[in-house]
């Protein structure tokens, strides 16, 4: 099993060596938050960048998840069992996968995936909502919105059950892992407040778009990059749009309601804006390592960051380097605060334990986890309006 994950992990080689950090996302940010797609998550997708320091309560360095479950992979045992020990340990970050399921999540990384289009969140009475539903998806033509409850996939109660779980029928998703083809019919039972109604849809092959760019049709506004999950190919298409913007007017990073996704792709989409220099630390059982910014990034273009709750991991990873590094005001809300890394184990049977192993830190030394970014400017209404007024004062690229 790879090294170190931090969700949906993505691989950074370097003389055959591949890093691969987790930073909350598509399982671990879905587990916290509630919030995944039938894509497999939350939003977040696995890289390297997380820093800190063992974790509270872990003498030995270890996370008391990992202490108690690590040892289960070793000596043979199921992941049932240490599905059983991780939930009693009160780590939120770390889960267990059925066989299967934690490569099939993965594979989503590329932006493209067999489903009905559907975002599910999973609230604290246990009952799971439609959060977001994608645009020309099975879904979305069927008429289920955001808001509607989901009460079973092909009869099964999801009520209470692992989002994960909830997540894998509503792809297809079998024992060993695949995906169901395009085509295949699933039946949903939705509900409203007091009505209740069954569709079935036929699932599909989907694109998710990751970076979308608003650019304004007159001088003077400031282009728009929205990025909603850092997946494979983020920073090019961050580094595309810039090079593509009138540096005169600015750009607004919109990391709003981004969970994450592969860190190396944040750490790409920071170097896009900084000319080298420290991103991120994190540790390993205490082994301090850190993520650096390839050089070469447009350093003049006034930059506003905006960001809120729902800003986490991968998301809060890049908003805290451009912040601590100078480059960038960030205007909105304090972001979720999760900045923990998780390592993958395997067991005999096939499944998957993603455990906790450390923290990571800004730039300045921050830590995120439990914390989160504060912006510069906290606006709770109209923060873009704010933040457009920001960016107007903060001089012209050159």
């Known amino acids: 099993m790879p090294g170190p994950c931090w969700y949906d992990r993505p691989r950074r080689i370097r003389r055959g060596a591949a890093l691969t950090l987790f930073l909350a996302g598509v399982l671990a940010a879905g587990a916290a938050t509630g919030t995944w797609d039938d894509a497999g998550a939350a939003g977040d997708t696995v890289e390297p960048a997380a820093a800190g320091r063992p974790a509270e309560g872990a003498a030995d360095g270890r996370a008391p998840a990992e202490r108690a479950a690590r040892p289960a992979a070793g000596d043979g045992k199921s992941g049932a069992q240490a599905a059983e020990v991780v939930s009693r340990s009160g780590d939120r970050w770390s889960a267990v996968y059925a066989p299967g399921e934690f490569d099939a999540f993965q594979a989503q990384l590329d932006g493209t995936y067999v489903g009905v289009g559907l975002w599910v969140r999973q609230r604290d009475d246990g009952r799971v909502t439609v959060s977001r ?88 506004s400031p282009t728009r990059i929205r990025i909603t999950a850092f997946a494979r190919g ?26 994450g996704g592969l860190v190396t792709e944040a750490v790409a989409t920071a170097s896009v804006f900084l000319d080298g220099g420290l991103v991120a630390t994190y540790d390993v059982h205490g082994s301090q390592r850190a993520l650096y910014a390839e050089g070469a990034g447009d350093t003049r273009i006034p930059l506003v960051v905006l960001v809120d709750g729902g800003t986490m991991s991968a998301a809060e990873l890049l908003s805290g380097a451009l912040q601590d590094r100078g480059r960038a005001v960030v205007v909105g809300s304090p972001t979720f605060g999760k900045g923990s890394v998780q390592m993958p184990s395997a067991f005999p049977d096939g499944s ?27 606006v709770e209404d109209h923060a873009e309006k704010r933040a457009r007024t920001v960016l107007s004062g903060l001089g012209t690229g050159t």
Do not use: F, K, M
């Open 133 to 220: 539903v994608q645009s020309g998806g099975p879904a979305a033509c069927a008429g289920v919105l955001v808001g509607d409850r989901l009460d079973a996939v092909d009869g099964r109660p999801v009520r209470g059950r692992p989002v994960t779980e909830t997540v894998a029928r509503l792809r297809g998703e079998s024992p060993g892992g695949s995906g169901s083809a395009a085509g295949t019919p699933v039946r949903l039972d939705l509900g409203h407040g007091a009505r209740h109604w069954s569709v079935t849809l036929h699932r599909t092959r989907l694109h998710t778009r990751n970076v979308l760019v608003d650019r304004p049709a007159g001088a003077g």
């Open 234 to 259: 983020t920073g090019a298409a961050v580094r595309r749009a810039v090079r593509a913007a009138d540096p005169r007017d600015g750009l607004l990073l919109d990391l709003r309601g981004n969970t």
């Open 352 to 378: 998957v334990a993603e455990l906790t192993v450390g923290h990571y830190r800004t730039p300045a030394g921050r830590a995120v986890d439990g914390a989160g970014i504060t912006p510069d400017l906290i």
